[in-house]
């Protein structure tokens, strides 16, 4: 029988190189072929042309090249990793200014003995800005505080990382509005923007229940015993708070100046997002203003700011170099010319299928290719030219093909090393095995549960 030692996951550089390396084999064994693409004049994006892939000349990658596509996906990805950089660091200089400790102090004293109550709210109200803005990144500056705030009340950090990460997680994969996914699916189907939003809200309100139900539970049972924590035995250092501390801490005029600070910020992201287009640059600049105010609101100096924005940054070199890394493996694969062979030979099998159960393979489909393609703009300019038209000849609604699209693209992202997920982990500190044994079996009920919603998608002839 293998020791627990033995059983250990790889450290998540070591899993995704050789994922990079069993990815550079495939480009000697798989065919290369390729789609003709246009550029759709209604999003701006580059399109598949379903019915147009063919078989081109191999291009198998050597060892050399893969190390330079490897460099290749941290050039690509610079736009995310900076992103993840400067959205971090911001939050990390108005956690440095103590107002966000003395806002906790505040809550623990108003919730003693109901601190239970304190996990719903905050991921409803998380799940409803992945919903209606397509907020994901964006929540990775909340984790120090709701990790540190579920410690200081007993629980650990899967606790406090799920009350933020995995309530977005659920409200960008069941979103009724989410304009990175619904709605830029919906206009390769050539449906009506957000059509079909009461389906969506029902299927919203759902999943997001389910994830507050076994974050409760498992909360719970860390109550009762300590011991059954997944986290147990892990040092937090930092991020760890003292509850009696809090509790003694001043809510000052200046810590409600600069919390409202990041109300004000969020605030306009939400009307950036929604009715300006914004996308990442202007979302950083956001938030290196509201990282800059909180600090001279908070008395620092110039100079102080400075050392601590590099701090913040510091804490997420490992989590940014990952998204390069595993961007790597979208380069071997593209280079290769696999990619396009890939997603033709998971979509042919699906045209000899009933209907209904063609419905389900989509679902199982699009979850498999988020993990080669981790993005859901890239995702649904890739594959739903593909499955749009497909459900026409299986008979199946083009809205239930977005539902298929928009549940595989959004819940694995909580769950495959190629999305942000180590980087959320190694913001909130949890090694990437522990947050797996907390979320697979919750995955696995996830899944069962989408396979009934596109079921009834079908059955009802979600249009």
């Not at 189907?189 to 539970?217: C, D, K, N, Q, Y």
């Not at 008395?299 to 700011?305: A, L, Q, T, V, W």
């Not at 940014?320 to 961007?327: E, K, T, W, Y």
Request: contains cysteine.
């Amino acid at each position: 029988m293998l020791s627990p030692s033995r059983l250990k996951v790889p450290h998540t550089f070591v899993l995704l190189f050789g994922l990079i390396v069993l990815c550079t084999v495939l480009t000697y064994l798989v065919p290369a072929g390729e789609f003709d693409r246009v550029k759709d004049e209604r999003t701006g994006k580059t399109v598949v042309v379903a019915g147009t892939y063919k078989v081109v000349e191999q291009r198998p990658v050597d060892p050399f090249r893969m190390f330079v596509d490897i460099f290749k996906g941290m050039m690509d990805a610079g736009e995310v990793i900076f992103f993840v950089f400067v959205v971090y660091a911001s939050f990390y200089t108005v956690l440095q200014t103590g107002a966000l400790n003395s806002f906790l102090g505040f809550l623990i004293k108003k919730l003693e003995g109901r601190e239970l109550l304190m996990i719903p709210i905050p991921m409803y109200l998380f799940a409803l800005g992945g919903s209606v803005f397509g907020m994901f990144e964006e929540a990775m500056g909340f984790i120090p505080l709701f990790v540190g705030l579920a410690l200081a009340v007993g629980y650990d950090a899967i606790v406090g990382l799920s009350m933020c990460m995995l309530g977005v997680g659920m409200g960008f994969a069941a979103a009724f509005m989410n304009p990175f996914t619904v709605g830029l699916a919906q206009k390769f189907a050539e449906l009506p923007l957000f059509s079909g939003m009461g389906f969506r809200l029902v299927s919203w309100f759902t999943f997001t229940t389910m994830a507050v139900a076994w974050t409760m539970r498992y909360a719970a049972s860390i109550k009762r015993d300590p011991s059954r924590s997944l986290m147990y035995g892990v040092d937090m250092g930092s991020l760890s708070l003292d509850r009696e501390e809090l509790k003694r801490a001043h809510f000052s005029l200046r810590d409600k100046l600069i919390l409202a600070l990041v109300v004000v910020s969020v605030g306009f992201l939400i009307w950036g997002v929604t009715q300006q287009g914004w996308y990442f640059e202007e979302m950083a600049a956001l938030f290196m203003m509201m990282g800059v105010l909180a600090g001279l609101i908070g008395g620092f100096s110039p100079d102080r700011i400075a050392v601590t924005f590099l701090e913040g940054a510091r804490d997420v070199v490992f989590g940014a170099l990952v998204i390069g890394l595993s961007r790597g493996i979208l380069m071997v694969m593209r280079d290769g010319q696999i990619i396009d062979t890939v997603i033709w030979a998971t979509s042919q099998p699906l045209s000899y299928l009933p209907k209904w159960v063609a419905a389900e393979g989509m679902l199982l489909v699009q979850t498999l290719i988020n993990f080669f393609i981790p993005s859901g703009s890239g995702q649904a300019s890739t594959t739903m030219p593909i499955m749009a038209p497909l459900s026409d000849l299986l008979g199946i609604p083009r809205q239930v093909a977005v539902l298929a699209f928009q549940y595989g693209d959004g819940f694995s992202n909580l769950l495959w090393p190629t999305t942000l997920l180590p980087v959320i982990c190694s913001i909130a500190k949890v090694p990437i095995e522990r947050w797996w044994r907390f979320f697979t079996p919750f995955f696995i009920l996830l899944f069962l549960v989408q396979m009934v919603f596109v079921a009834v998608a079908v059955l009802i002839n979600y249009q």
